[in-house]
């Protein structure tokens, strides 16, 4: 089946410093990737919708100066954490969906993002 | 918007015992509905789906979902669980423009040996 990975899988770091996540599709090619947090006990929440080429949609709440989302590649999504603060502490899934293909997407593992 | 609803956040149930989990989404349009499990430690994977048909839909492990539209409903059935069944489920919706998915706040559920 396809395969998404994120990097890294986990990450602590400093508040005020920003931090990167990637999710990739390893072998195949996603037109659109999706940004998802989720907190301890709790759903996914979509954040964002990225589609390779053009701007990010943020779901409504969600800073997007905060959370930079570049989708440069058919098999690359990039999520920043701007200025990351311990409120930002969390679980950040990215899933992605096949070009041409709307009745599935695929999970990433996940990064547990911890901002002391 | 759409939203989704499940009503149980907390199942235990032992080996052999039958499960229901519910799901209600509100949507005016259009939906394609998905259940998802996540196993301990590993990430979420697809059950089953519903996109038009049989609204009776069979996915892996023995597990089924009946849409009902009147009542918008997308239940998760199994006949008979097993303890390797523990896990979380979601249920999803995806409707509307940009195809986008909403999850529901999860089911945990616990078979005991």
């Known amino acids: 089946g396809a395969v998404v990975s994120q990097h890294p899988s986990w990450v602590i770091c400093k508040s005020g410093t920003s931090v990167k996540i990637e999710c990739r599709s390893l072998d195949f090619q996603a037109t659109t990737m999706f940004w998802y947090r989720q907190f301890p006990k709790q759903s996914l929440m979509l954040m964002a919708t990225s589609n390779e080429g053009s701007k990010a949609t943020y779901e409504q709440g969600v800073e997007k100066d905060k959370f930079l989302i570049n989708h440069a590649s058919l098999t690359l999504s990039t999520l920043t954490v701007t200025s990351a603060h311990p409120e930002d502490s969390s679980f950040y899934i990215c899933s992605a969906r096949a070009s041409g293909r709307v009745d599935e997407q695929f999970f990433g593992p996940g990064t547990r993002l911890t901002v002391l | 918007a759409q939203s989704v609803s499940q009503h149980n956040h907390h199942v235990i149930l032992s080996e052999a015992a039958s499960l229901e989990l519910g799901c209600n989404y509100s949507y005016g349009g259009t939906v394609n509905l998905f259940w998802y499990v996540q196993y301990p430690g590993q990430h979420l994977q697809l059950l089953l789906k519903?996109?038009?048909?049989?609204?009776l839909v069979k996915g892996i492990k023995g597990f089924e979902a009946e849409f009902i539209k009147s009542k918008f409903s997308f239940n998760l059935r199994k006949p008979s669980v097993q303890w390797s069944d523990t896990a979380e489920y979601f249920c999803?919706?995806?409707?509307?423009?940009?195809?986008?998915?909403?999850f529901g706040a999860g089911t945990r559920l616990f078979v005991k040996a």
């Open positions: 519903y996109f038009s048909g049989d609204p």
């Open positions: 999803a919706v995806m409707g509307g423009g940009g195809f986008k998915t909403i």
